[in-house]
């Protein structure tokens, strides 16, 4: 290759270039992903599963492929780490739990099945807090294997920062993609709920799970959104309408208008996380964003503790058969919110049901004022300790009410751990996102590299 870059060091949109243009085989890319695997792993631990011989038999495919004059596109050849709690045929799908040790499912997840369609390669599976809720995986961030990834994408957000693969897929059902993505350094994209279809992915809370994106760049997060969105008949709650194309317009961003929420959000928030988020906000101005702070509505501060009946009641109808025949596996955080749940009356649900959506409803005018909100990403940097996940407090209530977010990398707090902001945009709103997205990142200038080599 010319570049000075290993492989592996490549972003998407650089990867697919060089093997668009014959300069790097889908064979070199992932070959130099596993090296990288063997020499930075046994210290982060992301994987729980990589296949090699799957993984370079595909690349081996490929290259037969364009051989023949057949590119699929910018993610032919590109492998990428896939949650474990994504089904994928014949390999392993355990969602973090001695509950399911050794299920192999039959089919893929509806998004896997698009990733290979795209011509993407499947490199292995991610770990997870078991069955994506709060028991943590043995995963260690890779700016400090004392610190904490986040979830309940833990792997996944190590993998990425770490160089194991460019990109991977995560889910959130409160800050489980945006929440690791920012205490690793690297960029998470929830899609609008329901964009992206949840059919084979193991569910929490049907009503609130999302799944998402964790890469480098706002432009590689697009690249994969494009390929996993769009209407799924084996997925009731899929939006059946139109993909946007976002990387049309993804560099065409004028300086946008940005909403700063300082309420709630600051609340939960440490000083140096703050005065960051300050100091990102007149950067942006300084850039020609125009930035006005905003507040949101009341019923803001009681969202998260409404969704949490929602949660609870839908995580123990998820897995009540399961539970019932192997409840004694279960760790105790999932198994508090099954048992929580079992106590939820159907009328309480209901009601929380409702006050989500009058809590939706509420929003949408401030949603619509902005290009984008804007807020911290995280209450500070990732706390010391792999016990606890991290609060996803800064993610939930986009979450909660299904509009697009993202998390950006916007600098390192004093003990040399990633800080990040955060936007959201209006619903179905993902094309405006993501090209405001881009914009700052181009505005900042952010590039983090964790200490490992």
């Known amino acids: 290759m ?70 699929r596109g910018a993610l032919h050849g590109i492998p990428l780490g896939i949650k474990d709690i994504f089904y994928t045929a014949g390999l392993p799908t355990e969602a973090g739990s001695s509950a399911w040790a050794g299920f192999i499912p039959d089919y893929d997840a509806t998004s896997v099945t698009r990733l290979k369609e795209a011509g993407a390669i499947i490199l292995g599976k991610t770990h997870t807090t078991e069955f994506a809720y709060f028991d943590p995986a043995p995963t260690g961030n890779p700016w400090n294997t004392e610190h904490t ?11 990425v920062a770490s160089f194991m693969c460019p990109a991977a897929l995560g889910s959130q059902t409160m800050g489980s993609v945006l929440r690791p993505a920012a205490y690793n350094g690297i960029v998470g994209f929830k899609p609008q709920y329901g964009r992206v279809s949840v059919y084979g992915v193991v569910p929490v809370s049907p009503t ?34 139109p993909v946007p194309d976002c990387l049309a317009s993804l560099e065409k961003q004028s300086p946008p208008r940005l909403g700063l929420v300082r309420a709630f959000f600051y609340d939960h928030a440490d000083d140096e996380m703050r005065r960051h988020t300050d100091e990102i906000a007149a950067r942006l101005r ?27 009641f839908e995580a123990a109808d998820s897995h009540r058969e399961s539970f019932a025949r192997h409840g004694d596996k279960y760790r105790d955080g999932i198994r508090k919110l099954i048992e929580d749940g079992q106590a939820i009356a159907s009328a309480d649900y209901q009601k929380a049901l409702n006050v989500r959506r009058q809590q939706c409803a509420e929003m949408q005018p401030l949603l619509q004022e902005s290009d984008a909100l804007l807020t911290p990403g995280i209450p500070g940097a990732a706390p010391h300790g792999l016990a606890s996940t991290g609060n996803p407090v800064m993610q939930a209530p986009w979450t909660i009410i299904g509009v697009p977010s993202l998390s950006l990398p916007s600098g390192l707090s004093r003990n040399r751990l990633p800080l990040s902001v955060q936007l959201a945009g209006p619903a179905r709103a993902e094309t405006r996102l993501l090209a405001v997205a881009r914009w700052c990142e181009k505005a900042l200038g952010v590039t983090l590299h964790p200490p490992l080599d």
């Open 2 to 71: 010319p570049t000075k870059k290993q492989p592996y060091s490549l972003t998407i949109a650089e990867a697919a270039s060089a093997i668009a243009s014959g300069k790097l085989t889908p064979s070199q890319l992932v070959s130099s992903c596993l090296e990288r695997i063997d020499a930075v792993d046994s210290r982060v631990k992301a994987w729980v599963l990589v296949d090699r011989d799957g993984a370079l038999a595909a690349a081996r495919r490929l290259e037969q492929e364009l051989a023949q004059g057949k590119r």
């Open 149 to 159: 990834p986040g979830g309940s994408s833990s792997g996944s957000g190590a993998g």
């Open 208 to 241: 609130l799970d999302h799944v998402g994106i964790l890469a480098r760049t706002v432009s590689d997060a697009s690249i994969v959104f494009q390929a996993i969105a769009g209407h799924d008949p084996k997925d009731a709650l899929s939006l059946n309408e």
């Open 286 to 312: 300084r850039a020609g964003a125009v930035i006005e702070e905003v507040t949101p509505p009341p019923s803001f501060a009681n969202m998260i503790d409404n969704a949490r009946i929602i949660m609870a």
